[in-house]
């Protein structure tokens, strides 16, 4: 069974960033069949798409945070991390690390217990 | 960006009722539409792909239908753990969720 779990600091300062890392157990980041990616959701708000990446390297963002965001694998720890820049009050959320299917639905099928992330000095 | 509209935004409704939640894209997006439940405080889970394959181990009375722009979350006989928030994504671009509809125990 797949299991992702999220971890990093819970509060970060403003124009600081935000570094989470998800490590994968019951499967390996380097599976052709699967982006892993991240999702966001603010406090009793929505779901945000942040971004994903494939094992080719490809990677795709959400064009509203693109400019301040990377997501980055270490196949050597099975991990996958997210980096957002220059952070502010709106970027307080619930972060989840997510695998989905490379093609075809491109459903999100496995997600992380999820990690609340503030920011604030 | 594609933009996925749900309504209605919240609904209540008895155990035993039917339940349907749209959801619309600001253009066409083939079936490329997933369906999510969300309960408090965890992550979410799909129930629908392919805007109407369902998922494994989720109850048949989980429906979905639709292509192109239109699409539907239907369940047939809303039971006790039904009470959740349900959002759709479209993957046909860049992935993008509908805002939610809060299903309450009326």
């Known amino acids: 069974q797949l299991q992702l779990q999220e971890s990093g600091p819970g509060l970060v300062k403003p124009s600081e960033t935000l570094s989470l890392t998800c490590t994968v157990a019951g499967g390996s980041v380097t599976s052709r069949s699967y982006y892993w990616g991240w999702i966001r959701q603010p406090p009793g708000k929505g779901l945000e798409w942040i971004g994903s990446m494939y094992y080719s390297g490809s990677t795709y963002y959400n064009p509203s945070l693109k400019s301040r965001v990377a997501i980055s694998v270490d196949t050597s720890k099975n991990q996958f991390s997210l980096k957002v820049n220059s952070v502010t009050a709106a970027d307080t959320a619930v972060y989840y690390c997510?695998?989905?299917?490379?093609?075809?639905?491109?459903?999100?099928?496995?997600w992380g217990q999820g990690t609340l992330v503030t920011v604030s000095s | 960006d594609i933009q996925m509209t749900q309504s209605p935004s919240s609904l209540s409704a008895s155990v035993g009722d039917r339940v349907t939640i749209t959801c619309r894209a600001s253009q066409s997006i083939s079936n490329y539409l997933n369906w999510y439940q969300q309960k408090p405080g965890k992550a979410p889970k799909v129930l629908i792909y392919?805007?109407?394959s369902l998922q494994s181990g989720v109850p048949s009375r989980f429906s979905g239908s639709g292509s192109g722009t239109d699409f539907t979350l239907t369940i047939s006989s809303l039971q006790p753990e039904d009470f959740a928030t349900y959002y759709c994504q479209q993957t046909h671009t860049i992935p993008t969720f509908g805002q939610g509809t809060k299903v309450e125990i009326k």
């Open positions: 997510v695998r989905g299917e490379g093609s075809s639905s491109g459903k999100t099928d496995y």
């Open positions: 392919d805007a109407s």
